[in-house]
């Protein structure tokens, strides 16, 4: 459901109050990776005042065609991916973040070089606003990237397992599948509660055609999440 305006805009301000946060976290001479979404957009536009400003030099690649138009675009030094290449922190957001820091992430469709980057990164630091915290992951459909062959016969496994599978539409053209950067269709996974993620993200992993779900498991080290105008830390 989407929150009123100004609910919505207090919300923005939370995002934006905990992306200035991981901005201190960020030293001279790192090489970052660059999440996708909302929150990380405000990240991106403070990380390139900074480097537009000499206050930090640093190389980052980012996890979707959209945050890396934002950075070339802010004069951010870009990396392609290559071999040996490691990000001493990679700074995200997530659609959902459970206080044992076991995420729900790809509402913005970039789960897959989310979670190429997070894994390749030294520290995961994951930024959210306030209603993004909670008790149990679940309540957001859990995005799964899926081969366009493969979508009838994942869509009945998703079901066999009471996910509920919506296949995503186009934002611009309702009747279209909306594709992912690599052009998978992406499928959203309504199972309202997720007790037991280590079992789903086990389960998902099994379906022929899943390229990757949006389960991210004991990969973040650190989420600061603003309550109001307060940024805390939250780790697992
Ligand atoms: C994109 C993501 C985003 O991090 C997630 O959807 C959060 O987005 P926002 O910051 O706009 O709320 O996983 O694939």
């Known amino acids: 459901m989407t929150p009123p305006a100004s609910a919505s805009n207090q919300l ?7 992306a200035a946060a991981a901005l201190r976290w960020v030293r001279d001479g790192m ?6 979404g909302s929150t990380a957009a405000h990240f991106i536009a403070l990380l390139g005042e900074a480097v537009r400003d000499g206050q930090l030099r640093v190389q980052a690649t980012a ?3 959209a945050s890396e138009a934002q950075a070339r675009e802010l004069g951010i030094p870009l990396l392609e991916p290559q071999r040996g290449l490691r990000f001493d922190l990679t700074i995200d957001g997530a659609d959902e973040l459970d206080p044992r ?3 729900i992430k790809g509402g913005g469709g970039a789960l ?11 520290y995961l630091l994951i930024i959210a606003d306030s209603s993004k915290l909670v008790p149990q992951l679940g309540q957001f459909p859990l995005p799964l990237e899926v081969v366009p062959f493969a979508l009838p016969w994942v869509l009945d496994a998703v079901a066999e397992l009471g996910g509920s599978p919506v296949l995503r539409s186009d934002r611009h053209n ?9 052009g998978n269709f992406l499928v959203d996974c309504h199972f309202t509660h997720i007790p037991d993620p280590e079992q789903v993200a086990a389960q998902l ?14 990969l ?17």
């Open 63 to 65: 996890t979707s065609q």
């Open 101 to 103: 820091l076991r995420l």
């Open 12 to 18: 923005d301000q939370e995002k934006r109050l905990a």
């Open 31 to 36: 090489v970052l990776g660059l999440g996708t």
């Open 220 to 236: 973040a080290q650190a989420a600061l999440v603003t309550q109001g105008d307060q940024v805390m830390v939250v780790k697992p």
């Open 174 to 182: 309702l009747k279209e599948p909306a594709r992912s950067d690599q």
């Open 205 to 218: 992993q099994t379906i022929p055609g899943v390229v990757e779900h949006g389960l991210f498991l004991g």
């Open 112 to 122: 897959l070089r989310e979670k190429v980057l997070a894994t390749a990164s030294q």
